[in-house]
């Protein structure tokens, strides 16, 4: 069976991470995509683990040699999927799973056109800005930041993207069986929930 390519994408507040969270483990034989980063290790994170890391001028010439299927700026820090790394999981026959912003996706599709997008979305505008401001983790200035970066990337997916999904986050434990359910229908590994059946 052919080892599949499961993208996520979704604007901050969406409620990704969470979702993710939930149901991957019903999943063990998916690997979780690692990415080149230039931004320095946080504490307790490993390097080829969560991520590579590498210095700016690493990771430039990664670009210069092709070897990342994207890549991104942000905040000043560069990110990146590096091929080898998919390719590796590919040989081994594993599904792997993937978080990309919406550009970042574009730019994946080019190199590999067979992967799966799922795109998870708030259920609406105000709900989205109820959420990151419930966060309290935003000035007022920057939470209007992020809730136009978060219509932009939403409009941009839907006339743009390559989303075979979308699941819209208002409940989630719904959204969770939804998600679970499309990944059953590709993964060659059932989820652990039905292995015993």
Do not use: C
């Not at 299927?69 to 390719?87: D, I, L, R």
């Amino acid at each position: 069976m052919t080892p599949n390519l499961f993208i996520f994408s979704a604007a901050s507040g969406a409620g990704k991470t969470t979702l993710i969270n939930k149901v991957m483990p019903n999943f063990p034989n998916i690997v979780y995509s690692v990415s080149a980063t230039t931004r320095s290790p946080r504490q307790g994170e490993e390097d080829g683990v969560h991520y590579f890391f590498k210095t700016e001028e690493e990771f430039k010439k990664m670009i210069e040699n092709n070897e990342l299927v994207e890549w991104n700026e942000v905040h000043g820090n560069y990110y990146g999927t590096p091929k080898f790394f998919v390719e590796q999981k590919l040989a081994e026959g594993r599904d792997i799973a993937f978080d990309l912003d919406v550009f970042g996706k574009i730019n994946f599709d080019k190199v590999y056109p067979q992967a799966i997008g799922i795109l998870i979305l708030a259920p609406s505008m105000e709900e989205l800005e109820q959420r990151l401001s419930d966060r309290k983790t935003e000035t007022k200035e920057t939470l209007k930041i992020r809730i136009g970066n978060a219509k932009k990337e939403t409009d941009f997916a839907l006339a743009k993207g390559k989303y075979e999904y979308v699941i819209y986050n208002r409940d989630l434990e719904i959204a969770a069986a939804e998600l679970k359910g499309i990944i059953e229908k590709y993964s060659s590994f059932k989820s652990s929930s039905q292995s015993g059946s």
